[in-house]
């Protein structure tokens, strides 16, 4: 019996572990009663559960009261109320499920007042890993602070050829402010010659990330107020930002920044895989512009991607450079107000991609992506539209307005838009395309079951709704179910 009863404690014991269930070899924090009635209690695991038994709150009934674990690299202790009644750290209530870093010489309470509960006081032996990785953490901050601000980067950009990085919105400034003095602009770092600048994106992810899942550097922000951004500060930072491409081309340099662009309608001889240089026809040097307006030697040009050539960066004018859902330069609506002839009159591949308020466009049948690909389900849909004696390109025009109202949520597209999608938002053809496809499932998520044939309404919904992948390769699945419907089984998991 006494053996038995010595496996049982063990086990219970054993069970207010986690992870592993490996019993480091010593401890690394202790909760010292603070008077005799209870026992002390060693933390060894990394991930420890305290429960009523071993508090001495209950012989009766056990139950988990709080949990206390660390961060091994970080070396941040914290503690999670698990009982249904709050407790005192220092004063401070913590209610159930709430979490709060703790620290040696804390007051813990094993309940919503002092009198009557057990009242222990933390001791962290193992402290100084903390003060280690502080250090780290602090010299870590200063590689991902701006030059310019003295903050922590938001939303990098990388200056070339020195690869400098700054805030989009500092650099932004500080080359505002060299356009206006006519300077060439340079690195604010190094004071070398700048020719392009980029958004970074691999280093705002980096940025990203470190600030949403490091605990150390969480609370070292925390203390120091100075490296904080509010709300207010963040929203003005992205107005102010000028870099919304991967390549934006500084000043006048041309010349250096060559793209390889081969023209099939030319030749098809070895002479069309030439490099050919991007060109601008407001350069203040090129001849026949066709527009008013002239490039300086410091004006900043961008690189359209679909036709590689060259426009002038214009803030001074209301007309879109760049398709608000994917952020891809483009150059049709731009030579299109300036009533310019294009760089490359003889072949323009631009105009696949051209720039277009969604009002503009002329929609002729469903995209492919519609429905996610579920051919099955697009068939309901034109069926539906038909029968009502309309067309894809009327629904979506009638629809598209519910944009400007809220009425449609916005849709996910390639790149976190800047403002929201609205009727009148410019984008290349394939956000446009999938636009439509988002505007047609808003369509057919409202049309009443009772309007639709009396198979298709009685089917049951799929549980993964949209995102099921088996809707794609399995025709009998994509029939039996609905999947024009909410997800519901990633909401039960």
């Known amino acids: 019996m006494g053996s038995e009863g010595e496996s049982s404690s063990r086990k219970r014991e054993r069970s207010t572990y986690t992870a592993d269930d490996q019993k480091p070899s010593s401890s690394w924090a202790k909760l010292v009663s603070a008077d005799s009635t209870h026992s002390d209690m060693e933390i060894q695991a990394d991930e420890m559960t305290i429960n009523s038994s071993m508090t001495g709150l209950s012989s009766l009934i056990t139950h988990n009261i709080f949990k206390i674990y660390r961060n091994v690299d970080s070396g941040i202790v914290k503690l999670q109320n698990l009982s249904s009644h709050g407790i005192l750290i220092n004063g401070q209530l913590l209610e159930e499920k709430e979490h709060m870093s703790i620290e040696s010489g804390n007051e813990i309470v094993l309940g919503s007042e002092r009198r009557g509960y057990p009242?222990?006081?933390?001791?962290?032996?193992?402290?100084?890993?903390?003060?280690?990785?502080?250090?780290?953490?602090?010299?870590?901050?200063?590689?991902?602070?701006?030059s310019i601000c003295l903050n922590i980067w938001h939303d990098v950009v990388s200056v070339t050829p020195c690869l400098h990085n700054f805030c989009n919105a500092c650099f932004s400034q500080w080359y505002r402010r060299s356009e206006r003095k006519g300077d060439n602009c340079i690195c604010p770092q190094c004071r070398s010659d700048v020719y392009s600048v980029g958004r970074n994106h691999s280093l705002r992810n980096i940025v990203e990330d470190m600030l949403k899942n490091n605990p150390l550097l969480q609370d070292m922000l925390k203390n120091n107020p100075s490296l904080q951004r509010s709300d207010e500060d963040i929203i003005q930072l992205d107005k102010d930002a000028v870099v919304q491409s991967d390549v934006m081309i500084i000043g006048n340099n041309i010349a250096s920044q060559k793209s390889t662009f081969i023209s099939s309608s030319v030749s098809n001889d070895d002479s069309s895989n030439e490099e050919i240089e991007p060109q601008c026809p407001q350069c203040r040097d090129t001849q026949g512009s066709g527009g008013r307006f002239h490039?300086?030697?410091?004006?900043?040009?961008?690189q359209c991607r679909s036709c590689w050539e060259l426009m002038p960066l214009r803030t001074d004018i209301d007309v879109p450079q760049m398709c608000v859902g994917c952020r891809k330069i483009l150059c049709s609506a731009y030579w299109d107000s300036q009533n310019a002839i294009h760089p490359n009159s003889f072949y323009v591949p631009c105009i696949n991609d051209a720039l277009l308020p969604m009002l503009r466009r002329a929609f002729l049948t469903i995209p492919e992506q519609t429905?996610?690909?579920?051919?099955?389900?697009?068939?309901?849909?034109?069926?539906?539209?038909?029968?009502?004696?309309?067309?894809?390109?009327?629904?979506?025009?009638?629809?598209?307005?519910?944009?400007?109202?809220?009425?449609?949520?916005?849709?996910?597209?390639?790149?976190?838009?800047?403002?929201?999608?609205?009727?009148?938002?410019?984008?290349c053809n394939a956000c446009s395309q999938t636009m439509v496809a988002h505007i047609l499932h808003w369509f057919r998520l409202s049309i009443p079951k009772s309007e639709l044939p009396p198979d298709v309404a009685r089917r049951e919904d799929c549980w993964w709704g949209h995102d099921c992948r088996t809707q794609h390769h399995n025709l009998d699945h994509a029939r039996k179910l609905n999947h024009v419907c909410e997800a519901t089984r990633r909401a039960r998991r």
């Open 295 to 302: 490039c300086e030697e410091n004006t900043a040009h961008l």
């Open 371 to 427: 429905h996610a690909g579920n051919c099955v389900e697009q068939d309901i849909t034109k069926k539906y539209i038909r029968e009502r004696g309309k067309t894809v390109d009327e629904i979506v025009h009638e629809c598209i307005t519910k944009l400007d109202t809220g009425e449609i949520e916005q849709p996910k597209l390639s790149a976190a838009p800047l403002e929201p999608i609205t009727s009148a938002t410019h984008l």
């Open 119 to 146: 009242i222990y006081h933390v001791h962290v032996i193992h402290a100084e890993r903390h003060s280690d990785c502080s250090e780290k953490v602090s010299s870590l901050v200063d590689n991902l602070k701006c």
